[in-house]
T-cell receptor, first 113, second 111 residues
Framework: EPEVTQTPSHQVTQMGQEVILRCVPI?????FYWYRQILGQKVEFLVS????????KSEIFDDQFSVERPDGSNFTLKIRSTKLEDSAMYFC???????????FGPGTRLTVL | QKEVEQDPGPLSVPEGAIVSLNCTYS??????FMWYRQYSRKGPELLMY????GNKEDGRFTAQVDKSSKYISLFIRDSQPSDSATYLC???????????FGSGTRLSIRP
């Protein structure tokens, strides 16, 4: 069964460093999403992406964040200058054309020291 | 008022019991309602999906949506220890829009 994959599973970085989180959505899916979950809190929407453009973004998704689909298979989330409060699980999700459900990856645990 | 409210539990029941999980919401624009299961430090896994009001059954799981009361439920029959996880209710206004999650209910099934 096709699934969303994410790398790395765990990323440790120093405050102020740039990180890139990578996702491979389900093949043929066209809609891509990033969510995050701070430990013990709700899963929160960050951004949605379709046709090489951001469709929607939350207040959390400020200028420090960017997304990119550099090729036909990867979808990345970049945090330019990480803060302690960026420590969280980051989930990528994808959705196919004409379908209603988003499928989530296993997540990348980001720890900012 | 929070957009989606869910009792965080924890909820502990004996194996074989019927489990009832619930969420309330305030945004009447929500049309799509989902239940995800999440194991510790893993990604949400879609369990049930319902459009608008009504019931949907899949094996031991039944999802109910009552839009007039802004209330959704998930029932698990013949619960198993392997059902132990956190259950997230989730909803969205359209198939393309962001999903809003509840805080999750931690469920434990005792053998």
């Amino acid at each position: 069964e096709p699934e969303v994959t994410q790398t790395p599973s765990h990323q440790v970085t120093q405050m102020g460093q740039e990180v890139i989180l990578r996702c491979v959505p389900i093949s043929n899916h066209l809609y891509f999403y990033w969510y995050r979950q701070i430990l013990g809190q709700k899963v929160e929407f960050l951004v949605s992406f379709y046709n090489n453009e951001i469709s929607e973004k939350s207040e959390i998704f400020d200028d420090q964040f960017s997304v990119e689909r550099p090729d036909g298979s990867n979808f990345t989330l970049k945090i330019r200058s990480t803060k302690l409060e960026d420590s969280a699980m980051y989930f990528c999700a994808s959705r196919g054309w004409g379908t209603d459900t988003q499928y989530f990856g296993p997540g990348t645990r980001l720890t900012v020291l | 008022q929070k957009e989606v409210e869910q009792d965080p539990g924890p909820l502990s029941v004996p194996e074989g019991a019927i489990v009832s999980l619930n969420c309330t919401y305030s945004n009447s624009a929500f049309q799509y309602f989902m239940w995800y299961r999440q194991y510790s430090r893993k990604g949400p896994e879609l369990l049930m999906y319902t459009y608008s009001s009504g019931n949907k059954e899949d094996g031991r799981f039944t999802a109910q949506v009552d839009k007039s009361s802004k209330y959704i439920s998930l029932f698990i029959r013949d619960s198993q220890p392997s059902d132990s996880a956190t259950y997230l209710c989730a909803m969205s206004a359209s198939s393309a829009s962001k999903i809003i999650f509840g805080s999750g209910t931690r469920l434990s099934i005792r053998p």
